[in-house]
């Protein structure tokens, strides 16, 4: 019967360790024990029943692909102990394992205190707190960890303002981010209500960041941070929900304690110093809590961090409504992940480096709005595409591919967990930003762009460093260590540490005196066999070391051959009766070699082996910390260095490989605004391979004064839409628009070219060059979007509600200097309300001056006296033919003046073959209730003339022609119906007029006239006549 364990036994303490952890990091909790020389997990299976309990080795089981032993022990009433394991080097493949299934992972390490065996926490691994000695992957280039703090204030007139502050830490980097902002929620029944325009700002921070691990401390119930949740799209697998009222969240929200934190952090003056941390309070309270959360975890993870970056500076760009993933600049998968053209961002990534694939996503999901870093970024990539200097660009990303991730080298090198494999690349990596410098200072680009302005010659220090690493290491052989203790050869240079040197020279002593003696046994043996082979072996094992072996039919053959005494160098002496040979197992064919002098030396060989490893770990430890106190800055800043050299070729990459223009800043504007020429959308015109990209240019915001060379103006007051195949009326010349109407038939581009330039705008302001012919334009601190897609189904809001929600957000915030791109405003709701609010949206954007361009179907609010009002808005539409002997429509995408057809949504599916049943009776819907909005494919032709098509009043022009008009009256026609030398029924001399129209024209008597123009044919007013009306109830008179 198997022994029952102690409650003082390793089973107990296994399983207390195992409740306790799971208390504080929840259910998901798996503990890692150190036995000897395993990592090793406890189960305990119940005697009747069979079920396994205390821990969750089932699951870990199957996930790691361990197998369950018994472990021939019982634990009390819990059942008999089921055991599994693996060996120590093996942790960081099996932690990986389970962090990537969602487990956080208590390890507690064997020790030894007064000659008895302890175990002690060594770190707890989590989601966001995962930092690998690999540096060889990219598949994951950061792992962040976020914290959310909700604050609800209530003033004394009962108006509630929820304020939220959030920080997230880069475990690879160690960089640092802290944001707040607040609004003013409804009130509730019960608390406040929470709507998701609330949380716009947060969704950004977490579709950029991506968090593997976030934690929120409110005061809210389960079901409000189920909606924060939703709202803000936090999507990892390891959330921790924490109460305001919790010990350590309220000690993290007062001064003292935050001003101790902060000083034990960085310095003791950097929360006084930093005003941000008193003026984000919120934001410094979730700061606290994480890092103490991050300490807790694993404490090296928080020494020299970098001091956080404040998001609320005010040259960032706001973008507002889930702008990034409405534009594509993120797709689903965040900042990277997925297909090469599945978001711009993932498509115009192109650097070669993680450093530099991270300040790319840096910049390019957080634009800014300061000219000065702008014009300094476009300056600079045009240098680099000077024809003397791209062919470096090729050699750069060359270079740049080999250069492993210093950034995360850094904290590893900080948290002292590096393997020496990593020291190899470490020097490899510096070697070729070694070389890149030196083609950089050849061409006399500006190498403190480089390094953020610090005074550090990177060829220089990066030879310094090296020359430090060829002293200190065997570089050849930390390129195969993978480990931080266990060490196959030793990877340190003579003349670092003299215990380690000395066990060295003894190691090498014997080991040559071990082979001199195998030499002399194989020479024996050769005296009888003949022939070179080797007869005596080495064989070596972890627990018996080295030793010899020889086939039991050949340990014959020794024995006969060896003479009675042997005096070898060094001393070594032995007699043939020292010779014995023992049997390895009663199955085996060879036996292991026996001398009094051969096993002092194997003895010697064994202990020197462990005493070598153990001095090379506690050397290897030591120089880790000379490398970090003497050379970590000047690694930062080369990190730093290679990351801005990839991200400057990326940007030069793109702009030659693609044709895109530089923009040009125009600082004297008074406005922010764009003058894009023959714009592209970046990834669709890379998609779109069966027809070539047509290129439009818009200009959103500008004036007679904006001073963009060669900017033209719009149309101010723009003409009515006229009917298919025309171009409506010509307006008047205006001095500049801020806004524009796009209108267009479905899957004309219209989408398209609006994110087309919400892209453009991003890219400029993220300091790359823009696929356009040229760019002008003055920064916007605001873009705000409103684009249908699907973004906000999962958050249980209709349609309407969510458009009412983001245009809120846009009424409140929009200025001058902000952008607007919308798409279907109003499509959720019936027409009387969509156009009153789309209406009075213009009217509000017309009088902040706001650059916005909306599409739409709404060809009424062409007609509106407030539209016409409106000086500084241009009517646009996307042309479209209609080829008749084909029965298609032609998507020519080209950009035009006015507001185009009013009515084809019927075409577009009679050219994607709805039915003609079903498309007929869609037709006779549509002209019985809808009269006025037929077209020239639903009109039919005069009874005069079959070559007069019904149509558009030709005198008013605003509604459809009831009854057809001869400018030359019926009655002055012969019997052969001539009128002088035209018949009356020429189309020439036929119009279509309305009823309002055709009353006044015979009440007062007019003529009309047709004549052409420079400008078409145009109707016109001519003398009044004298005779008789025709009777105007006749509909073709």
Same mark, same amino acid.
């Given at each position: 019967?198997?022994?029952?364990?102690?409650?003082?036994?390793?089973?107990?303490?296994?399983?207390?360790?195992?409740?306790?952890?799971?208390?504080? @990091?929840?259910?998901?909790?798996?503990?890692?024990?150190?036995?000897?020389?395993?990592?090793?997990?406890?189960?305990?299976?119940?005697?009747?029943?069979?079920?396994?309990?205390?821990?969750?080795?089932?699951?870990?089981?199957?996930?790691?692909?361990?197998?369950?032993?018994?472990?021939?022990?019982?634990?009390?009433?819990?059942?008999?102990?089921?055991?599994?394991?693996?060996?120590?080097?093996?942790?960081?493949?099996?932690?990986?394992?389970?962090?990537?299934?969602?487990?956080?992972?208590?390890?507690?390490?064997?020790?030894?205190?007064?000659?008895?065996?302890?175990?002690?926490?060594?770190?707890?691994?989590?989601?966001?707190?995962?930092?690998?000695?690999?540096?060889?992957?990219?598949?994951?280039?950061?792992?962040?960890?976020?914290?959310?703090?909700?604050?609800?204030?209530?003033?004394?007139?009962?108006?509630?303002?929820?304020? @939220?502050?959030?920080?997230?830490?880069?475990?690879?980097?160690?960089?640092?981010?802290?944001?707040?902002?607040?609004?003013?929620?409804?009130?509730?029944?019960?608390?406040?209500?929470?709507?998701?325009?609330?949380?716009?700002?947060?969704?950004?921070?977490?579709?950029?960041?991506?968090?593997?691990?976030?934690?929120?401390?409110?005061?809210?119930?389960?079901?409000?941070?189920?909606?924060?949740?939703?709202?803000?799209?936090?999507?990892?697998?390891?959330?921790?929900?924490?109460?305001?009222?919790?010990?350590?969240?309220?000690?993290?929200?007062?001064?003292?304690?935050?001003?101790?934190?902060?000083?034990?952090?960085?310095?003791?003056?950097?929360?006084?110093?930093?005003?941000?941390?008193?003026?984000?309070?919120?934001?410094?309270?979730?700061?606290?809590?994480?890092?103490?959360?991050?300490?807790?975890?694993?404490?090296?993870?928080?020494?020299?961090?970098?001091?956080?970056?404040?998001?609320?500076?005010?040259?960032?760009?706001?973008?507002?409504?889930?702008?990034?993933?409405?534009?594509?600049?993120?797709?689903?998968?965040?900042?990277?992940?997925?297909?090469?053209?599945?978001?711009?961002?993932?498509?115009?990534?192109?650097?070669?480096?993680?450093?530099?694939?991270?300040?790319?996503?840096?910049?390019?999901?957080?634009?800014?709005?300061?000219?000065?870093?702008?014009?300094?970024?476009?300056?600079?990539?045009?240098?680099?595409?000077?024809?003397?200097?791209?062919?470096?660009?090729?050699?750069?990303?060359?270079?740049?591919?080999?250069?492993?991730?210093?950034?995360?080298?850094?904290?590893?090198?900080?948290?002292?967990?590096? @393997?020496?494999?990593?020291?190899?690349?470490?020097?490899?990596?510096?070697?070729?930003?070694?070389?890149?410098?030196?083609?950089?200072?050849?061409?006399?680009?500006?190498?403190?762009?480089?390094?953020?302005?610090?005074?550090?010659?990177?060829?220089?220090?990066?030879?310094?460093?090296?020359?430090?690493?060829?002293?200190?290491?065997?570089?050849?052989?930390?390129?195969?260590?993978?480990?931080?203790?266990?060490?196959?050869?030793?990877?340190?240079?003579?003349?670092?540490?003299?215990?380690?040197?000395?066990?060295?020279?003894?190691?090498?002593?014997?080991?040559?005196?071990?082979?001199?003696?195998?030499?002399?046994?194989?020479?024996?043996?050769?005296?009888?066999?003949?022939?070179?082979?080797?007869?005596?072996?080495?064989?070596?094992?972890?627990?018996?070391?080295?030793?010899?072996?020889?086939?039991?039919?050949?340990?014959?053959?020794?024995?006969?051959?060896?003479?009675?005494?042997?005096?070898?160098?060094?001393?070594?002496?032995?007699? %043939?009766?020292?010779?014995?040979?023992?049997?390895?197992?009663?199955?085996?064919?060879?036996?292991?070699?026996?001398?009094?002098?051969?096993?002092?030396?194997?003895?010697?060989?064994?202990?020197?082996?462990?005493?070598?490893?153990?001095?090379?770990?506690?050397?290897?430890?030591?120089?880790?910390?000379?490398?970090?106190?003497?050379?970590?800055?000047?690694?930062?800043?080369?990190?730093?260095?290679?990351?801005?050299?990839?991200?400057?070729?990326?940007?030069?990459?793109?702009?030659?490989?693609?044709?895109?223009?530089?923009?040009?800043?125009?600082?004297?504007?008074?406005?922010?605004?764009?003058?894009?020429?023959?714009?592209?959308?970046?990834?669709?015109?890379?998609?779109?391979?069966?027809?070539?990209?047509?290129?439009?240019?818009?200009?959103?915001?500008?004036?007679?004064?904006?001073?963009?060379?060669?900017?033209?103006?719009?149309?101010?007051?723009?003409?009515?839409?006229?009917?298919?195949?025309?171009?409506?009326?010509?307006?008047?010349?205006?001095?500049?628009?801020?806004?524009?109407?796009?209108?267009?038939?479905?899957?004309?581009?219209?989408?398209?070219?609006?994110?087309?330039?919400?892209?453009?705008?991003?890219?400029?302001?993220?300091?790359?060059?823009?696929?356009?012919?040229?760019?002008?334009?003055?920064?916007?601190?605001?873009?705000?979007?409103?684009?249908?897609?699907?973004?906000?189904?999962?958050?249980?809001?209709?349609?309407?509600?969510?458009?009412?929600?983001?245009?809120?957000?846009?009424?409140?915030?929009?200025?001058?200097?902000?952008?607007?791109?919308?798409?279907?405003?109003?499509?959720?709701?019936?027409?009387?309300?969509?156009?009153?609010?789309?209406?009075?949206?213009?009217?509000?954007?017309?009088?902040?001056?706001?650059?916005?361009?909306?599409?739409?179907?709404?060809?009424?609010?062409?007609?509106?006296?407030?539209?016409?009002?409106?000086?500084?808005?241009?009517?646009?539409?996307?042309?479209?033919?209609?080829?008749?002997?084909?029965?298609?429509?032609?998507?020519?995408?080209?950009?035009?003046?006015?507001?185009?057809?009013?009515?084809?949504?019927?075409?577009?599916?009679?050219?994607?073959?709805?039915?003609?049943?079903?498309?007929?009776?869609?037709?006779?819907?549509?002209?019985?209730?809808?009269?006025?909005?037929?077209?020239?494919?639903?009109?039919?032709?005069?009874?005069?003339?079959?070559?007069?098509?019904?149509?558009?009043?030709?005198?008013?022009?605003?509604?459809?022609?009831?009854?057809?008009?001869?400018?030359?009256?019926?009655?002055?026609?012969?019997?052969?119906?001539?009128?002088?030398?035209?018949?009356?029924?020429?189309?020439?001399?036929?119009?279509?007029?309305?009823?309002?129209?055709?009353?006044?024209?015979?009440?007062?008597?007019?003529?009309?006239?047709?004549? %052409?123009?420079?400008?078409?044919?145009?109707?016109?007013?001519?003398?009044?006549?004298?005779?008789?009306?025709?009777?105007?109830?006749?509909?073709?008179?």
């Amino acid at each position: 019967m198997p022994p029952t364990i102690k409650e003082d036994g390793i089973f107990h303490q296994y399983y207390t360790l195992t409740n306790e952890n799971k208390t504080i @990091y929840g259910s998901k909790t798996v503990v890692l024990l150190q036995v000897g020389s395993f990592f090793e997990i406890y189960g305990f299976r119940n005697k009747s029943s069979g079920t396994i309990s205390g821990s969750l080795i089932e699951d870990v089981g199957e996930l790691c692909q361990l197998k369950l032993a018994e472990k021939n022990a019982t634990y009390g009433e819990m059942g008999d102990v089921i055991m599994a394991g693996f060996q120590i080097y093996l942790l960081d493949k099996y932690v990986n394992k389970l962090i990537e299934a969602g487990y956080t992972v208590p390890v507690y390490v064997q020790a030894q205190e007064n000659k008895t065996i302890v175990r002690i926490l060594d770190r707890v691994y989590s989601a966001g707190t995962y930092l690998s000695c690999d540096i060889d992957s990219q598949s994951q280039m950061t792992n962040y960890t976020m914290c959310i703090t909700f604050f609800v204030t209530q003033s004394a007139r009962g108006v509630s303002q929820l304020i @939220y502050g959030l920080s997230v830490v880069d475990i690879f980097t160690g960089a640092s981010y802290l944001f707040e902002t607040s609004s003013s929620p409804a009130r509730a029944r019960s608390g406040i209500a929470l709507t998701s325009t609330m949380f716009d700002e947060l969704e950004r921070y977490v579709s950029v960041y991506k968090p593997s691990e976030v934690i929120i401390v409110s005061s809210f119930t389960n079901e409000e941070i189920e909606q924060v949740i939703q709202y803000s799209n936090i999507q990892c697998a390891t959330l921790h929900r924490v109460s305001t009222t919790d010990k350590k969240a309220l000690r993290c929200s007062q001064q003292k304690y935050m001003s101790e934190i902060i000083s034990n952090l960085f310095t003791e003056d950097t929360y006084d110093s930093l005003n941000e941390f008193r003026e984000l309070e919120i934001a410094c309270q979730s700061f606290c809590y994480l890092v103490e959360f991050i300490r807790e975890h694993t404490p090296n993870l928080v020494k020299k961090i970098a001091i956080p970056e404040f998001m609320n500076k005010v040259t960032r760009v706001q973008l507002a409504n889930h702008t990034l993933k409405q534009l594509n600049v993120l797709g689903d998968g965040g900042t990277g992940a997925g297909q090469k053209i599945s978001s711009a961002l993932s498509f115009l990534n192109k650097c070669c480096s993680p450093m530099g694939k991270r300040l790319f996503i840096k910049q390019l999901t957080a634009p800014t709005f300061d000219e000065v870093w702008l014009q300094k970024e476009y300056d600079m990539t045009g240098l680099l595409l000077s024809l003397d200097n791209y062919p470096l660009v090729s050699h750069f990303r060359s270079g740049l591919r080999q250069v492993r991730d210093m950034d995360k080298l850094v904290r590893q090198l900080v948290t002292r967990n590096i @393997y020496p494999s990593s020291i190899y690349h470490l020097f490899q990596s510096l070697q070729i930003i070694k070389d890149l410098s030196v083609k950089i200072e050849e061409r006399g680009l500006v190498t403190d762009y480089f390094t953020n302005g610090e005074d550090i010659d990177i060829h220089s220090e990066c030879l310094v460093i090296m020359n430090w690493l060829s002293e200190c290491f065997h570089l050849d052989i930390c390129r195969n260590i993978h480990s931080m203790t266990s060490f196959d050869e030793c990877i340190i240079r003579p003349g670092i540490s003299s215990e380690l040197d000395a066990a060295t020279a003894a190691w090498q002593r014997n080991i040559d005196a071990f082979h001199s003696i195998k030499t002399t046994l194989n020479g024996l043996i050769r005296t009888k066999e003949g022939g070179d082979t080797e007869f005596v072996k080495i064989h070596e094992t972890d627990k018996s070391g080295t030793v010899l072996q020889i086939t039991a039919k050949r340990s014959t053959l020794l024995k006969e051959a060896m003479h009675d005494v042997i005096k070898l160098g060094s001393g070594i002496t032995f007699a %043939k009766e020292d010779l014995k040979f023992i049997k390895t197992s009663s199955s085996s064919s060879t036996v292991t070699i026996s001398l009094p002098p051969l096993d002092k030396i194997c003895k010697e060989l064994l202990t020197l082996k462990d005493k070598i490893n153990d001095l090379t770990a506690a050397t290897y430890r030591e120089l880790l910390t000379q490398l970090d106190e003497r050379f970590l800055k000047e690694i930062t800043v080369t990190s730093l260095y290679v990351a801005k050299l990839d991200v400057l070729q990326c940007k030069a990459y793109l702009a030659k490989t693609y044709n895109y223009c530089c923009p040009t800043l125009v600082v004297t504007a008074e406005k922010s605004f764009v003058d894009a020429r023959d714009l592209r959308h970046c990834l669709i015109e890379q998609i779109q391979q069966n027809e070539l990209y047509v290129t439009n240019s818009i200009t959103l915001g500008s004036s007679d004064t904006l001073g963009a060379p060669g900017s033209p103006g719009s149309l101010g007051t723009e003409g009515t839409g006229g009917t298919e195949g025309t171009e409506g009326t010509e307006g008047t010349e205006g001095t500049g628009c801020d806004g524009t109407l796009l209108y267009g038939t479905n899957a004309v581009g219209k989408t398209s070219f609006i994110r087309a330039i919400g892209l453009s705008i991003i890219m400029a302001q993220a300091g790359l060059y823009v696929p356009c012919s040229q760019f002008y334009y003055k920064p916007y601190t605001a873009i705000f979007s409103r684009i249908l897609a699907n973004d906000n189904l999962f958050k249980g809001l209709s349609t309407f509600s969510v458009e009412m929600s983001e245009l809120r957000v846009i009424l409140k915030m929009a200025d001058q200097n902000s952008l607007i791109l919308g798409d279907e405003l109003c499509s959720g709701t019936e027409t009387e309300s969509a156009l009153s609010i789309f209406v009075a949206g213009l009217m509000r954007f017309h009088e902040t001056r706001s650059s916005f361009i909306f599409a739409t179907h709404f060809h009424e609010v062409v007609e509106y006296e407030e539209v016409k009002k409106m000086d500084r808005l241009a009517l646009k539409h996307m042309a479209v033919i209609y080829d008749r002997e084909q029965d298609c429509l032609i998507y020519d995408r080209t950009l035009r003046d006015g507001s185009g057809p009013r009515v084809y949504g019927l075409e577009v599916c009679k050219s994607l073959h709805l039915g003609d049943d079903f498309i007929k009776s869609a037709y006779l819907i549509r002209n019985k209730y809808f009269p006025d909005v037929q077209t020239v494919l639903t009109n039919d032709v005069s009874r005069y003339n079959a070559k007069k098509v019904r149509g558009p009043c030709e005198i008013c022009k605003k509604t459809i022609g009831s009854e057809i008009h001869h400018l030359s009256p019926q009655k002055d026609a012969n019997t052969d119906g001539f009128i002088g030398s035209h018949h009356k029924n020429h189309p020439a001399n036929l119009i279509n007029i309305c009823e309002a129209c055709h009353n006044k024209t015979h009440k007062e008597e007019k003529v009309y006239l047709k004549k %052409k123009t420079t400008k078409g044919y145009r109707i016109m007013e001519g003398s009044s006549r004298n005779t008789s009306p025709e009777s105007s109830n006749n509909p073709d008179s």
